[in-house]
């Protein structure tokens, strides 16, 4: 009797199953991505705060969203500066961010989108911590 | 002795002349100053020749001498050219009395014609000498000549006495003598018995008592005769000699006229055939001559030392003393003139007179006064000289009227005045009518003027005078004294352009030397003052400008400085100083102005970002520019966002916020891509960031 029990779960089953994970899976990787993705515990920067006074920021961690925009400098033993313009409140707004000289492997070029860990450091530039394609 | 110092001076004038030739080199070479900087158009007295101008120098080509910088025309002193104008203006003397004082004249030197049918009428002549002498053209001379020949009748009647008292005492005389013979006699043929008793020596007394009177009577009677043909010898020369002094002294006054009559009553009067002139010798013996005194010298000695060398250089010398030890003065010279390449050098020249004084002077006068009694020694070439006097006046009267009719004005006046000068009291002279004489005047004022004009260098007018004399003078030459302006009037020229260059170039020293140096040859040049006042009137719009200039300077206002840059431009020229902060204003200026201008075309692209950026540019250079405010002004309303970006981002700089500046210099360049102002905020502070 057990046996027959046993048998019974169906095709049709399996499917609502997968269906199921796979839904969960896509809506928690949309979470995720609502979220804030990979630095979602970090607070996101409010540029229009940071245009106004960066020295207050100083020593601050934000999350930065946004698309490469041009190289404004390199130091070799530095690092690297950019632009990058990032959306608030439907705006744009360009931002400067420094890529020491630290994460010199990746290869940052225009237009790209990066989601940045930056800090904000004693010259009151955005400096970044990490930074990662979303 | 007025004639022996003429003679000296012409002498000395000539000798000097003559010489002058010798130095042209000398002179040419060391004149630099003068002559070769007036082309000789400068007038003898603003050269002062190589003896300088205290030797009198005399040009007999145009009678012209020069002494102490002065000059003038022997022909045209003050007196004789006050006499001649006198003269020429003065009505021609053809009225009745005139006319009979002429008849008059002629009718007494008729009277006393050895041609007179009636042989010669004294006492007839004589008669009317009184009333020739009442026309105001004798002046009296006449009465002296009546009085001249009444003194020869008393001298005569005088003569008479002495021969009538002569008589007398020869009577008288034979009678002492007879006297005196029989009072030799021996005693015994009157029969000396009434005294037997006397001795021999008594007898002798008493004879010779009655002889001694009659010695003494005799004697003074004989003197008496022979004082008295003396005094008749005496009274009848001194009447000949004052009587011929009459005569000279009417021979000098060129009244020959009446020299013709006195020597006619002479002969008449002294008919003993002695026409010796006897009174230039009587005037020479009466002058008072120092013999000790001797005699006034002209010193000249030439010994040149000719020397060529080389070099170049130039130097002379000159000069004149006076040796008070020697009474007498000198003058020397020595003229050393060296030209660049081939020199020359001269010297040696020794020229004085010696021994000058009033003694002397008077020495020579009295020796000049019987060297011409020897030449003229009888009342015959007196009258023999007058008479062609008179005969060349006449000549000298019909040439000028016939040169006056041929228009030749300066030879028929240089006829009248010498005639005029030889017989100024004859006839034919003072006939001449006024009308005729007055072209000549005309003429001789205007030579003067033209004299006067040359001489203080007035040109314009010398040139209208010589145009005017060429144009009514046929035959005055207009070639030389226009050469001689005309060269003037270049060389003032040249000196006027000198000085504009040298007031160009702020050379005050040649300024004032040209200036003089063209008021010198021509002080009534119309340029000079022209000229000078343009000069003058130049410095105080200089001096104005940069009054001006420094003002706008120091307030800043480049702008003003900018719209007149030309009149800053030319003030400035002598003062680098000055020059340097208006080159620098002006650079400034001038980019404010292409700011401004590309700020405009910007704007009419529909750029205001643009716009507003080139103004802020010149802005940052200018902030006290007015006109780059309006633009900027203009402009950031236009172009708000941009401006707003651009100004935070500097202000956050300033406050070096460098990464709030930087994002505002970003959004600025987003906003405005070619943006310099952002794009060089970016770049700077990306390099401070990465250094």
Same mark, same amino acid.
């Given at each position: ?7 019974? $779960? ?9 269906? =199921? ?5 896509? =809506? ?7 979220? =804030? ?39 070799? =033993? ?18 400067? $961010? ?7 492997? $990746? ?17 009151? $530039? ?9 | ?51 300088? &101008? ?27 050219? +006050?006499?001649? #104008? ?14 009979? /004082?002429?008849?008059?004249?002629? &009718? ?59 008589? +007398? ?7 002492? #003598? ?87 009553? /002479? &002969? ?63 003058? !020397? ?39 011409? !009694? ?5 009342? *015959? ?10 005969? %060349?006046?006449?000549? !000298? ?30 006839? *034919?002279?003072? @006939? ?42 046929? %035959? ?12 003037? @009037? ?7 352009? @000198? ?56 307030? @800043? ?48 692209? !529909? ?6 950026? *080139? ?5 940052? #250079? ?26 935070? +981002? ?9 990464? *709030?500046?930087?994002?505002? /210099? ?5 906003? /405005? ?19």
């Amino acid at each position: 009797m057990s046996r027959r029990a046993h048998q019974q $779960i169906s095709v049709t089953k399996l499917a609502l199953l997968l269906a =199921g994970v796979g839904f969960l899976g896509v =809506g928690g990787f949309w979470l995720y991505r609502l979220m =804030g993705g990979q630095y979602r515990t970090v607070e996101t920067l409010d540029p229009e705060s940071y245009y106004e006074n960066a020295n207050n920021l100083k020593g601050n961690t934000y999350r930065v969203e946004g698309w490469i925009g041009n190289s404004l400098g390199w130091n070799p =033993g530095k690092g690297r500066l950019f632009s990058i313009v990032t959306q608030s409140q439907n705006k744009d707004y360009v931002l400067p $961010i420094f890529v020491p000289h630290d994460l010199q492997t $990746i290869n940052i070029q225009k237009k790209q989108k990066y989601m940045v860990k930056v800090m904000v450091n004693d010259q009151g $530039i955005l400096s970044v911590l990490e930074m990662t394609k979303p | 002795m007025k004639g022996c110092l003429f003679s000296a001076s012409l002498v000395l004038g000539l000798a000097f002349s003559a010489l002058c030739p010798l130095f042209a080199q000398t002179e040419s070479s060391r004149e630099g100053d003068s002559k070769a900087a007036t082309g000789g158009a400068r007038p003898p007295q603003m050269n002062p020749g190589f003896l300088g &101008r205290d030797i009198p120098v005399f040009d007999p080509g145009s009678d012209v001498a020069g002494f102490d910088g002065k000059i003038w025309n022997v022909n045209n002193n003050r007196l004789l050219r +006050a006499r001649f #104008e006198k003269y020429l203006n003065a009505p021609e003397e053809t009225g009745e009395a005139d006319l009979k /004082y002429d008849a008059t004249v002629d &009718r007494i030197l008729f009277l006393l014609s050895p041609g007179n049918p009636k042989g010669p009428q004294v006492e007839e002549a004589w008669k009317l000498l009184p009333s020739a002498s009442q026309y105001e053209s004798d002046a009296n001379l006449c009465i002296a000549l009546s009085d001249a020949v009444y003194n020869v009748w008393l001298a005569k009647n005088e003569v008479g006495k002495i021969e009538m008292a002569n008589r +007398a005492l020869l009577k008288e005389k034979s009678a002492l #003598e007879w006297n005196y013979r029989l009072s030799l006699e021996p005693e015994t043929t009157l029969g000396t018995t009434n005294n037997p008793s006397g001795s021999s020596d008594e007898k002798k007394e008493a004879r010779e008592a009655k002889i001694e009177p009659l010695k003494e009577q005799l004697s003074e009677v004989k003197t008496t005769l022979a004082n008295n043909r003396l005094r008749k010898e005496a009274s009848i020369l001194q009447a000949k000699i004052d009587f011929q002094t009459l005569l000279v002294q009417f021979f000098a006054q060129r009244r020959f006229q009446h020299v013709l009559i006195g020597t006619r009553f /002479y &002969r008449t009067l002294f008919g003993d055939g002695d026409n010796r002139l006897l009174a230039l010798d009587q005037i020479a013996s009466s002058l008072p001559v120092d013999k000790d005194a001797g005699q006034a010298r002209v010193r000249a000695k030439f010994n040149p030392k000719i020397a060529g060398r080389g070099g170049s250089e130039a130097g002379a010398g000159g000069g004149v003393g006076y040796d008070r030890k020697e009474s007498g003065s000198g003058g !020397g010279a020595g003229a050393d003139a060296r030209s660049s390449g081939a020199a020359f050098a001269m010297e040696g020249l020794d020229f004085g007179v010696e021994n000058l004084g009033v003694e002397s002077l008077v020495g020579a006068g009295a020796s000049g006064l019987k060297a011409l !009694g020897k030449m003229v020694n009888s009342l *015959s070439q007196l009258d023999a000289l007058a008479n062609e006097a008179i005969r %060349d006046v006449n000549e !000298g009267i019909k040439a000028y009227q016939f040169l006056l009719e041929q228009n030749e004005l300066k030879s028929a006046t240089e006829r009248l005045f010498e005639t005029f000068a030889m017989g100024e009291y004859l006839p *034919s002279v003072r @006939k001449l009518p006024r009308s005729e004489k007055r072209r000549a005047l005309e003429f001789t004022r205007k030579t003067n003027e033209l004299l006067a004009a040359l001489e203080v260098n007035d040109l314009t007018r010398a040139e209208e005078l010589i145009r005017d004399l060429g144009k009514n003078a046929k %035959d005055f030459d207009t070639s030389k004294p226009l050469a001689v302006v005309e060269t003037a @009037k270049t060389v003032s020229a040249m000196h006027l352009a @000198k000085a504009k260059a040298a007031a160009t170039s702020g050379d005050r020293s040649a300024l004032e030397s040209e200036l003089r140096s063209a008021m010198e040859i021509w002080p009534r040049n119309p340029a000079l003052a022209e000229v000078s006042g343009a000069i003058f009137n130049q410095t105080d719009l200089q001096q104005q400008a940069l009054n001006d200039f420094d003002r706008l300077f120091a307030q @800043k206002n480049y702008r003003q400085i900018f719209e007149d840059k030309l009149r800053f431009i030319a003030a400035t020229t002598l003062y680098p100083e000055r020059q340097e902060k208006l080159r620098k204003v002006l650079d400034q200026i001038q980019l404010a102005e292409s700011a401004l201008l590309r700020a405009t075309e910007l704007a009419k692209r !529909g750029d205001p970002a643009g716009a507003w950026e *080139s103004v802020e540019r010149g802005f940052q #250079e200018f902030p006290d520019d007015p006109k780059l405010n309006q633009a900027r002004a203009e402009f950031t309303t236009r172009a708000a966002e941009f401006v707003r970006s651009i100004r935070t +981002a500097q202000e956050l700089e300033r406050k070096q916020q460098l990464g *709030s500046s930087l994002s505002w /210099y970003l959004r600025a360049q987003q906003e /405005y891509p070619n943006s310099d102002i952002a794009k060089e905020g970016v770049g700077r502070l990306s390099e401070v960031i990465l250094r």
